[in-house]
């Protein structure tokens, strides 16, 4: 079971990326995702969810309106477009999984499957 990150970077204030997890190894078509992030020396935070389904989405206020997370149930991927970006977004990006969860968790204890991370630099 594994959850490939992918897409981050180095990036100019006001510039976008696009990050990608690619799953494998079991189905997560039932499954709620989530990306988290943690900057340096703070705790992770959640950044946004999607449903299983892709129906229903949520996002963390910091980046509601700049961010936007999809999935392609037929890819087994989850994407996080970024827009806008702030040098305060600058953090290791990680998807998460939630297994046949139905909801939209934002809890880090209700992912059981992690990413590795992916660096994402944001520079003023």
């Known amino acids: 079971v594994q959850l490939q990150a992918s897409g981050g970077g180095l990036v100019q204030a006001g510039g976008s990326l696009r990050l990608s997890c690619a799953a494998s190894?079991?189905?997560?078509?039932?499954?709620?995702m989530s990306w988290f992030r943690q900057a340096p020396g703070k705790e992770r935070e959640w950044v946004a969810v999607?449903?299983?389904?892709?129906?229903?989405?949520y996002y963390a206020d910091s980046v509601k309106g700049r961010f936007a997370i999809a999935r392609d149930n037929a890819k087994s991927t989850v994407y996080l477009q970024m827009n806008s970006l702030k040098p305060e977004d600058t953090a290791v990006y990680y998807c998460?999984?939630?297994?046949?969860?139905?909801?939209?968790?934002?809890?880090?204890?209700?992912?059981?499957?992690w990413g590795q991370g992916t660096l994402v630099t944001v520079s003023s």
């Open positions: 998460a999984a939630a297994p046949r969860t139905y909801g939209l968790p934002r809890s880090p204890s209700e992912y059981r499957y």
């Open positions: 190894g079991r189905t997560f078509n039932r499954d709620a």
């Open positions: 999607i449903s299983w389904n892709g129906a229903n989405t």
